[in-house]
């Protein structure tokens, strides 16, 4: 399953602005159906292991909520989440690209 999850519509999560609200929406989905894709083909354990227990979605929730205006998520908070998911997607992608690797013999 070849995966690219931080690509161009993640990087616009850090302008802040109503796109990065769109995108982190989109990302939360996107990284749900994966969990999701995962899970059928795998198994529920593969899909917690790769997607690191489902804090990947957790953390970009919490950007979404710094961005919608909450005043128990500080931007502080925005910018660890933000550097969280982000490392962790990359992450989650080599182990799923690298799958595909293996696959491919």
Known sequence: ???????HSWTKIIER???????LRGKITEVEQLEESIRSKDGAD??????????????LKRCLENLEGSTTVTEQDFWVCYGFATTTARKAEKILNEEDDDGDD
Request: hydrophobic share 55%; charged share 25%.
């Open 46 to 59: 593969a899909a917690r292991n790769v997607l690191d227990d489902g804090l990947i979605i957790h953390a």
């Open 1 to 7: 399953m070849s995966v690219k999850l931080v690509d």
């Open 17 to 23: 602005d109503a796109f990065s609200k769109a995108a």
